[in-house]
């Protein structure tokens, strides 16, 4: 005999609560901007790493790097984003990516902290359109706001 078992009493069950919205997110700085990224993709955060240049490459492809035998291409994603790209810094650093099995590195101004943000307060960006790197934005309890990185439009050619 088989029992059938309706959504109503699947959601009562206990150990079948809602999946959490909460993720993981690396905060970081670039330019005027606070970005945030999945934990989830972020392998490692490098400072003092030396980029080599590559001819006939995008603007934005800074070069590449040798991480313990394994090259990546660097991301200034301040160019990326159609923006000014400043001089390197001491706190300058690249943090190492893998989206979709795909490893590369961003440029960033300044890692900021590890933080839970709730994926239910993700807004979508005003004018899309004119930002392709960017994917939402959330208002944290400051009042400050905090950009999502694309890692699909990050990860593939312009």
Do not use: W
């Amino acid at each position: 005999m088989s029992e059938h078992i309706n959504e109503q009493e699947l959601t009562e069950m206990p150990g079948t609560e809602e999946v959490s919205t909460v993720e993981r997110c690396l905060t970081f700085e670039s330019g005027d901007l606070i970005l945030y990224i999945s934990t989830k993709h972020v392998i490692e955060i490098i400072n003092n790493h030396s980029i080599t240049k590559l001819p006939l490459m995008p603007p934005y492809i800074r070069g590449i790097i040798n991480l313990r035998g394994q090259i990546l291409p660097v991301v200034d994603i301040q160019l990326r984003m159609g923006k000014e790209s400043p001089e390197l810094a001491s706190k300058t650093c690249i943090i190492v990516l893998d989206i979709n099995s795909v490893s590369l590195g961003i440029i960033v101004d300044s890692v900021r902290q590890v933080i839970d943000i709730d994926l239910k307060n993700v807004r979508p960006i005003p004018l899309k359109r004119q930002q392709k790197l960017l994917d939402g934005m959330v208002t944290m309890e400051d009042g400050s706001v905090f950009m999502s990185i694309d890692c699909q439009a990050l990860s593939s050619p312009q």
